[in-house]
């Protein structure tokens, strides 16, 4: 047999194992119509990503829950992938041009994809990679990537769909506009942060008559879109001003006064502005009004002709110049600081832009209400529960979706216009002439769809949809999708929305969110506060196994992880520990065959031990997957595997491996628990699993049959009947007197090499304790030790320790604990510190300086110290007069 290295070697085996089950096959599922798949839809990392610990998070969990059903026996699917990440890519891609002093719009449309093409193809590339340095057991030979031709032909699909059924249409509406990106940005995409701004109060004169209107706003440079000022009909202070008008100072144009009940009488003057062009509210008053819209600004944000003077200014120039111009004419009445909630886009963090655009929209309405159903009639559970209503409240009042971005990298939106007739032409295949009158002169749109567009058919897009395939009509709907609470709108909320849609099925049947993962100390991990963990430092360091069990241990559905280096240092520790136990027992065996422990018959007590409580521990494991407390479920295992199996049953067993006594060897159960712990712990530690189950395998019989992997190997299933309560009641009981014995020898530090003498008296339990005398006294280092009924106990036992455990009690006489010469002279010093210390307290509390100078509290805690003192001399001189007698 070979032997294990000494020392886990975490780097080496990875890679090896990792690329033995690629080679074998085992990560793509084998379709049969007879058993019901167990499926997961990878959510695709942005291509721009580099792997952080969440991306590590999201993977673990996936790959627990995949390789624990595909040890179940279930057809597995995990489906990786890529999104194509429309504005990060396009930011990114830029950059790079920029580095060369050129812009996209130099290089033109197709050069520019072509550079970001060469891009997303080495960084799709390293994700992959990233993943299978995780141990990620997913179907590499289905991988896809948001562009791709199946992916692509869906997106167009779905929108011609949705365009024929009415539910896409194009339209001039207010959107978020990012002025540095220069695209629409859907109102998830929006930061929105408290700013410390200004309110103006800026006065327009009446047209007609002398005297004028004072209106409160944050933005003066945009008075330029005014089209009208608006009071609250029911506000006396305005009556006989609506219906009059106003002059907008500087560029001397009439607006009207009207009457609007939205209007707010408590904010600022009680009369506002209205600039429908470049704010939401405004646009709604604008549209119940029939107000004209005035656009105010270029794409980058400056002042478009209709500022007049002020064309061609950046827009906070802009404002400081109107200000001063404003002030100049007497009509700036006053300026006050205000607080205030700005939007800025989440990728860029430019101050957003509200603007009127021509934009693609979808009415999420009709889709809302139907995802809506799928979840309160239990089709969809999310898991936590309380995301479902935070799910619902977002879907009641969700509004339309601007799927339209101002970008090249992205899905080209599938319509073409007619430069003839004007009429738009929507097809999922290239066209080459107007469909309505045939002329040629045609041009597709030149906007990209957002990403989340494609994102949200990524359930089935991904198994072929719209094409009837196998794929699709096997794996699909998806059992679980696995992600970040923060994505539940962007994403989850649209994938149940199209999946219903597109297919008339539900997407997947269980939404399954985790938290973000923060430090320690439960701060945001962050570059600049240094306290990042890097995964491929902390791999390189620990292991893959110590991560994703530091990861998986510490987590709970939809609640933030607090991790720290610690944690993974620690479950490299118990990678060692379970190594060690592995190496000590693989190195006990004379390379015999080790016999199936449910062959064996006349168990001892330790056995029958540790095979009920490896059965209990199955159970709950079991039990706690199915609810996906995976973090739970690491728990028990380790404390199953650490705090009985390494701790207690191997420290027993080794007694037992000393004499030569074949029947009651402890190898089988040694050999059985850690073969059926490996397989338990395999979905969460893929690969020290693997390397040291592949030795237990070694030792099996031949009829045994097992697979060639531990990942093909089933998962185990408690047996009810091995359950045996009252071993479970004893060994608890031996394991209570040998750690309440070392707890007395670590108070009284005694050697580690000195034996004790112990006393145990016990009444139901005593042949079970007696059987393991052996035991508590080598891991307890008691010798001699008595074990005897209760009834035989003396009532005078003199001076010793005495334990009144639950079922048993220890005595430990104070003789064999103490060398009673050094014990005294260690009283005697604590009796000398003790006293001078009462000296120096009692001279200070008599010091009138002191009283006289002290604060109240001060006295009081040293009158306290000095009684605790003296209390402390009287039992120390107790003891002393104990130990001579
Ligand atoms: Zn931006
Ligand atoms: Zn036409």
């Known amino acids: 047999m070979p032997e294990i290295p000494k020392a886990y070697e975490p780097g080496r085996i990875e890679r090896d194992w990792y690329n033995f089950w690629l080679k074998q096959g085992y990560f793509t599922p084998e379709i049969d119509p007879k058993k019901k798949p ?48 429309g504005i990060a890519t396009q930011v990114v891609v830029e950059q790079r041009l920029a580095e060369q002093s050129v812009t996209r719009r130099d290089v033109g449309r197709e050069k520019f994809l072509q550079v970001a093409w060469e891009w997303v193809n080495n960084s799709r590339a390293s994700i992959n990679l990233q993943h299978q340095m995780l141990g990620a057991s997913c179907d590499w030979t289905r991988e896809r990537f948001t562009l791709d031709e199946g992916p692509s032909k869906a997106v167009r699909t779905a929108f011609v769909n949705l365009y024929n059924k009415g539910l896409i249409y194009r339209g001039e509406r207010i ?54 000022v608006a009071v609250n009909p029911e506000d006396v202070r305005y009556k006989d001003l609506i219906g009059k008008k106003v002059v907008l100072p500087i560029i001397d144009k009439q607006i009207p006064v009207i009457a609007d009940d939205a209007v707010d009488v408590s904010f600022g003057t009680g009369a506002l502005k209205i600039t429908p062009a470049h704010d939401p509210t405004d646009f709604e008053v604008g549209q119940r009004h029939n107000l004209p819209l005035v656009d105010i600004m270029n794409p980058d944000a400056t002042l478009n002709e209709n500022a007049g003077p002020y064309a061609g200014l950046e827009r906070f120039a802009c404002r400081d110049m109107v200000v001063d111009d404003l002030k100049g004419k007497g009509l700036l009445e006053k300026i006050e600081p205000y607080l205030h909630s700005v939007g800025h886009c989440i990728r860029c963090q430019t101050m957003v832009e509200p603007r009127v655009s021509l934009q693609w929209f979808i009415r999420t309405k009709p889709l809302a209400e139907k995802a809506i159903r799928t979840v309160r009639e239990g089709d969809i ?8 209503k935070i799910y619902f409240e977002w879907m009641e009042n969700i509004k339309d979706w601007c799927i339209s971005r101002q970008l090249w990298w ?4 599938p319509v073409w216009y007619c430069q003839d007739c004007g009429e738009f032409t929507v097809s999922v295949d290239i066209v080459s002439h107007c469909s309505h009158c045939g002329s040629i002169q045609i041009a597709q749109d030149n906007d990209v769809l957002d990403t989340w567009f494609s994102s949200a058919l990524w359930t089935h897009s ?10 699709l009509r096997y794996f699909y709907p998806g059992a679980v999708m696995e992600t970040g609470y923060d994505i539940l709108f962007f994403w989850v909320a649209r994938m149940i929305m199209m999946g219903l849609e597109d297919t008339g099925e539900i997407p997947f049947r269980t939404v399954y969110l985790h938290g973000l993962i923060r430090d320690e100390h439960g701060e945001k991990m962050s570059k600049l506060r240094g306290n ?7 791999i390189n360091e620990y292991g893959v196994d110590a991560l994703r069990f530091a990861l998986a241990s510490n987590s709970t559905p939809g609640n933030d992880t607090n991790l720290g280096r610690g944690k993974v240092e620690s479950s490299r520790n118990f990678v060692n520990k379970l190594w060690n136990a592995a190496r000590f027992i693989f190195q006990s065996v004379d390379a015999q065959v080790v016999a199936d422990s449910s062959q064996l ?8 031990w540790i095979v009920s409580r490896l059965n209990r521990v199955i159970g709950e494991v079991n039990r706690l997957m199915e609810r996906f407390e995976f973090g739970e479920a690491c728990w028990q295992i380790y404390d199953f595997m650490w705090g009985e199996f390494c701790d207690w049953y191997v420290e027993i067993a080794k007694l037992r491996l000393r004499p030569v006594e074949p029947a009651a060897s402890p190898l089988p159960f040694l050999m059985n628990v850690l073969e059926s712990s490996l397989r338990l712990l395999h979905p969460f530690m893929p690969f020290v699993t693997e390397e040291l189950w592949q030795n237990v395998k070694q030792y099996f019989p031949e009829e045994s049959h097992m697979p060639d992997s531990i990942m093909t190997a089933s998962y185990p299933i408690a047996d009810s009947g091995a359950i045996d309560p009252e071993a479970e009641r004893a060994m608890n009981s031996v394991i209570e007197i040998i750690r309440s014995i070392r707890n007395v020898r670590a108070r009284y530090k005694v050697e580690a090499a000195k034996q004790i003498e112990a006393w145990v008296y016990a009444d139901e339990l005593l042949p079970q304790i007696s059987s393991q005398a052996e035991a508590i006294k080598t891991l307890a280092r008691v010798n001699p030790l008595v074990v005897a009924p209760r009834k035989e106990r003396k009532g005078d036992v003199g001076r010793a320790v005495v334990l009144v455990l639950k079922e048993s009690e220890v005595i430990l006489p104070w003789a ?56 402390k001399l009287e039992r120390v001189k107790m003891e002393i007069s104990q130990l001579r007698s």
């Not at 597995?76 to 194509?84: A, F, M, Q, R």
């Not at 064999?816 to 509390?845: C, F, K, N």
């Open 38 to 85: 167990f499926v997961i839809i990878m959510p695709p990392p942005n291509v721009t990503g580099e792997l952080h610990l969440g991306h590590a998070l999201t993977t673990t969990l996936e790959d627990v829950m995949v390789r624990w059903q595909r040890m179940k026996g279930k057809p597995t699917l995990w489906l990786p992938g890529t999104d194509h990440a």
């Open 175 to 228: 959107i978020n506009w990012c002025p540095r990106c220069q695209t629409a940005l859907s109102d998830l995409e929006v930061e929105h942060k408290e700013i410390n701004g200004h309110l103006y109060y800026i006065r327009y004169p009446l047209a007609a008559e002398s005297g004028f209107i004072t209106v409160a706003t944050t933005r003066p440079e945009t008075f330029f879109g005014d089209t009208a």
């Open 816 to 871: 064999s604990l103490v060398d009673l010469s050094v014990e005294e002279q260690r009283l005697t010093r604590e009796r000398e510190v003790t006293e001078a210390r009462i000296g120096q307290l009692d001279a200070r509390l008599r010091d009138n300086d002191f009283l006289a100078k002290a604060p109240q509290h001060v006295v009081e805690k040293e009158k306290k110290r000095l009684t605790e003192l003296r209390d």
């Open 601 to 608: 018959t006349a168990l001892r007590m330790e056995d029958r």
């Open 381 to 388: 559970t999310i898991i936590p529960e309380r995301f479902t």
């Open 532 to 538: 990042v963990i890097n995964p491929t430092e902390a």
């Open 462 to 471: 991904t198994l072929g949809w719209p094409e009837d395939t196998e794929d």
């Open 410 to 413: 992205g899905h080209r939106i």
